[in-house]
């Protein structure tokens, strides 16, 4: 069965970064892409990226484009986003997911999220 | 840009039937778009139920259906149940490897 564990909850300052990883468990990491989604509170959800692991090729929305780094370590089967430049706008639920691309385009496993604070 | 709609919130009856919409600011959705559909309960990670359309996820009950009605895409509830109280979003991808989430629609069950 496939698992994505996301690392704990972040309290950042704004302006700072934030680094959330994804490990994956019970598939071929390398076979698929991981998209990363997050949600502010009471709000809906947001795409913010995918990265493809057996490429290491990233692509953002606009929205995040130079603001948003997606990675992928292949021997440890982990995503990584970072978010520089923190605002309290980016206080959020941060979503790994896996993402089918071939042939169609939709999440099917979830990571458990991670929850991110922006706070002076 | 283009914005993906969806009804902000509806609700139905137990066992009622109830078809929520997922549509674009411009254009007509088709099944290009590949639509899915997820289902959120409150401080849970989303659920897939509908992909490419009409696709089950696999353990999904068959009372969740997915069609192109008209311009939209459409996940309909057959046979409404307590626990289908939740937040539905549906998924276009846009073209240029971006994806876009609708805003969500909060379902009542009453």
């Known amino acids: 069965q496939v698992q994505l564990v996301q690392s704990g909850a972040e309290v950042k300052k704004p302006g700072s970064s934030v680094k959330v990883s994804c490990k994956a468990s019970?598939?071929?990491?390398?076979?698929?892409?991981i998209s990363w989604v997050r949600q502010a509170p009471g709000q809906g959800l947001e795409w913010m990226g995918r990265?493809?692991?057996?490429?290491?090729?990233?692509n953002y929305a606009q929205k995040f484009q130079g603001r948003v780094t997606i990675t992928a370590d292949k021997s440890t089967s982990t995503a990584y986003m970072e978010l520089s430049s923190l605002r309290s706008e980016d206080t959020a639920v941060y979503y790994c997911?896996?993402?089918?691309?071939?042939?169609?385009?939709?999440?099917?496993?979830w990571g458990q999220g991670t929850l991110v604070t922006v706070s002076s | 840009q283009t914005v993906v709609t969806q009804e902000p919130s509806f609700s139905v009856s137990p066992g009622g039937t109830v078809t929520l919409t997922c549509g674009l600011s411009s254009g007509s959705v088709s099944t290009s778009y590949y639509p899915s559909w997820y289902q959120q309960t409150p401080g849970q990670a989303p659920r897939t139920l509908i992909y490419s359309t009409n696709t089950r996820s696999s353990g999904v009950p068959d009372r969740f259906s997915g069609s192109i009605l008209g311009n939209k895409a459409a996940l309909t509830i057959t046979g409404a149940q307590a626990d289908d109280e939740s937040d539905y979003y549906c998924v276009l991808y846009m073209g240029s490897g971006t994806v876009v989430f609708g805003g969500g629609t909060k379902l009542t069950v009453l």
């Open positions: 990265i493809i692991p057996i490429l290491g090729i990233a």
């Open positions: 019970g598939g071929t990491f390398s076979s698929y892409t």
């Open positions: 997911a896996r993402e089918m691309v071939s042939g169609s385009y939709y999440f099917d496993y």
